[in-house]
């Protein structure tokens, strides 16, 4: 299968700074990238949709300018969390779709464990 | 009502044994299903699609019953390997899936 991969897989920061958080497909095109946040003993639940080039779509509840994400080239996409507070502290976990892709067919990176104290 | 709801378990089953997972879904308009395998602190990862007429791959059988809203894992001869969290997974728009919370599995030795 693809592989993508994030970088890093583990921060921990301070209140009040920002992380990046970096999402490569290594072996394919990435025209669409999801970006996911898994709470302890809870669901993945969709943050937002890149599509390379364009504006991402932010799911409802998801603040877009505290979630910054640049889907820029076709194997990167970032997200960056701004002014990061004890209660962004999860699992983010990207995805990535190749062109023609059916939606059922998307890789999922191996996930960043943000810790904000 | 959650739109993907599933039985947290966890399930702790012998090896060997034949365990079973449902999974209910709120939209009739739903159009794909699907279930992951997540293990502890990993990426899920795509076990298998599931199929109207329902489908198999080895030990694992999967259903959809659209009738009731709801889909099925069956996992034979459970293995300790089999140990993971299984995320039931729908699509119910263009391009957005929704996870389930996840059934966790435990097989005992």
Known sequence: GAVVSQHPSRVICKSGTSVKIECRSLDFQATTMFWYRQFPKQSLMLMATSNEGSKATYEQGVEKDKFLINHASLTLSTLTVTSAHPEDSSFYICSARGPGWTYNEQFFGPGTRLTVL | ?109
């Not at chain 2, 399930?11 to 939209?27: H, K, L, R």
């Not at chain 2, 279930?35 to 080895?58: A, H």
């Open chain 2, 1 to 109: 009502r959650k739109e993907v709801e599933q039985d947290p378990g966890p399930f702790n089953v012998p090896e060997g044994a034949t365990v079973a997972f449902n999974c209910t879904y709120s939209n009739s308009a739903s159009q794909s299903f699907f279930w992951y395998r997540q293990d502890c602190r990993k990426e899920p990862k795509l076990l298998m699609s599931v199929y109207s007429s329902g489908n198999e791959d080895g030990r694992f059988t999967a259903q959809l019953n659209r009738a009731s809203q709801y889909i099925s894992l069956l996992i034979r001869d459970s293995k300790l390997s089999d140990s993971a969290t299984y995320l039931c997974v729908v699509n119910i728009g263009y391009q957005k899936v929704t996870f389930g919370t996840g059934t966790k599995l435990q097989v005992i030795p």
